[in-house]
């Protein structure tokens, strides 16, 4: 039988932590020799989820406390359709025009919806966007997390797409 792994933190300074990493990669090593080719795949499906929102949480950590203001400039008049066969949404200003597929909307509807603060979730957004869809922000002009076409997106977003509380019998 396997015998359980602790997550604590380490417990002095670098070298814990330098052990305790080979300790861990050792057993990870181990387990992949055992998975098939299906396990593989969603192991690194979610190796590569959980180093993305490690990078979220790196990003938001270095700027923590650093409330930046949005510029102030006029609307882009942001929209966003959804396609007549409803597989896509095109996201319109002006002359620029995104699809984007049904899991890119979901995936930016989480962000806009889970953070607290504007700020936090249009650093977030940003972050998506520089990984995901690097063309949006070229397109739209997106230099920063603290943009103002992110925030005029997340209001989109938010009211295209509302919360919906069930309705109760």
């Known amino acids: 039988m ?3 792994l602790p997550f604590a933190e380490p417990r002095s300074g670098k070298r814990a932590f330098e052990s305790d990493r080979a300790r861990l990669l050792g057993e990870i090593g181990r387990v992949l020799e055992d998975l098939d080719e299906t396990g593989l795949v969603q192991l690194l499906d979610t ?3 959980i180093r993305y929102n490690q990078s979220l ?3 938001t950590e270095d700027v923590q406390g650093e409330e930046l203001p ?3 400039v006029d609307s882009l008049g942001l929209r966003i ?3 007549s066969d ?3 949404y095109h996201l319109l200003a002006g002359q620029v025009w995104k699809i ?3 899991e890119e909307i979901a995936a930016i509807l989480r962000i806009a919806r889970h953070e607290e603060s504007e700020m936090a979730a249009s650093r977030h957004l940003y972050q998506w966007i520089r990984q995901e869809r690097r063309d949006i922000a070229v397109d739209l002009h997106i230099p920063s997390g603290a943009s103002p076409v ?3 997106l997340l209001g989109l977003l938010r009211a295209t797409f509302p919360v919906r509380t069930p309705r109760r019998p």
């Open 2 to 4: 396997r015998e359980s």
């Open 47 to 49: 190796a590569s989820m």
């Open 57 to 59: 949480l790196r990003a």
């Open 70 to 72: 949005f510029e102030q």
């Open 81 to 83: 359709e959804r396609s």
């Open 86 to 88: 409803g597989s896509t």
């Open 100 to 102: 984007l597929a049904a």
């Open 150 to 152: 992110l925030k005029e």
